[in-house]
């Protein structure tokens, strides 16, 4: 898919995930500016680029003060003349359980991940509109926020309020043309590599070189980071037009459309409901089939290597 002459930023972009989007987006001819708040990883990623012939050039500031995201757009513009996408990937964990999470665990994540996504994509779209030719805005996500996770209260909520806000957003911006999406990604990181049923699997793989065993890839949806990269690209392409307001996951072989919360049940009662009624018919009409909540544990094959 051919990007040339586009310019994006990607924000946490010098590992993991964010850095594996920032190369595709360059192998596929984008220019790219590469963040991180690490100047060593942000440089190696540039350079990973520029040696194959990409152009990119480095912003090493953390995200989530508008000075930051300012400085993002117009070293966009002032490297490459213009801005096309902005991918809003960094991000921090600072897990613990809601009784022992402190005020600043709390306050970390949210800052990075939901102020960070909010102040780049406000910098991106004030450009978007100035230049006239619309735009992207691509919103790093996660399963945790589509259905909340164990020890994760701020992650989870700060990945949810992305979903809300790409969806208010894809509104917004309509008339300006911009196309904005979240990805929800599910790939081998430093944090998936942590989880008991993944990990063994996941440090085979890398070991022998052999890919990841089809009850990963297609079973959980777990890939490497540069199955997730596709998607990026696509949604940064010309090839996504008219695609705005979606929640998009992809991971492994897997690739799949969020759907958006809405009622599953309704009942009615002349005249307003008391909660004796509402206690009365619970079980047997709206809450008889509850939703479940927590991303599903693993389910690893019976045989091992199967």
């Given amino acids: 898919m051919d ?26 001819g984008a220019a790219v500016v590469v963040n991180d708040v690490d100047a060593e ?39 490459f003349g213009r801005l096309d996408a902005m991918v809003t990937n960094a991000g921090v964990l600072r897990d613990r359980v809601l009784w022992k999470m402190t005020d600043e665990d709390f306050d970390a994540v949210i800052d990075v991940h939901l102020r960070g996504t909010f102040t780049c994509a406000r910098s991106a779209a004030a450009r978007f509109r100035e230049q006239g030719t619309g735009g ?60 008991p049923a993944f990990a063994p699997v996941i440090a085979e793989a890398e070991r022998t070189g052999r890919p990841l065993p089809e009850w990963l890839r297609k079973g959980e949806g777990l890939g490497t980071v540069r199955d997730v990269a596709s998607l990026i690209v696509f949604l940064v392409s010309d090839e996504s037009e008219g695609v705005t307001g979606q929640a998009i996951g ?29 206690a009365g018919s619970w079980h047997s009409g709206v809450g008889a089939e509850p939703e479940s909540y927590g991303i599903p544990a693993p389910a690893a094959p019976a045989v091992p290597g199967a």
């Avoid at 196309?179 to 599910?186: C, D, L």
């Fill in 41 to 79: 990883a942000a440089g190696r990623t540039v350079e990973a680029i520029t040696a194959t012939g990409g152009s990119a050039v480095p912003v090493v500031a953390p995200v989530g003060r508008a000075e930051v995201a300012e400085l993002l757009v117009s070293t966009a513009v002032e490297a």
């Fill in 250 to 278: 992809i991971g492994g072989d897997k690739l799949a459309l969020w759907s958006h919360p809405r009622e599953k049940a309704t009942a009615y009662a002349d005249g307003g409901w008391s909660a004796a009624a509402i």
């Fill in 3 to 28: 990007l040339s002459g586009k310019v994006t930023v990607v924000t946490g972009s010098g590992r993991g995930l964010g850095r594996a989007y920032a190369e595709a987006l360059a192998a596929a």
């Fill in 136 to 195: 992207r805005l691509i919103l790093v996500s996660s399963p945790a926020g589509q259905r909340g996770n164990f020890g994760q209260t701020n992650y989870s909520a700060a990945k949810a309020g992305i979903v809300a806000m790409a969806r208010t957003w894809a509104m917004e911006l309509a008339k300006a043309e911009v196309g904005v999406n979240a990805v929800v990604p599910v790939a081998a990181t430093e944090m998936t590599r942590t989880i």
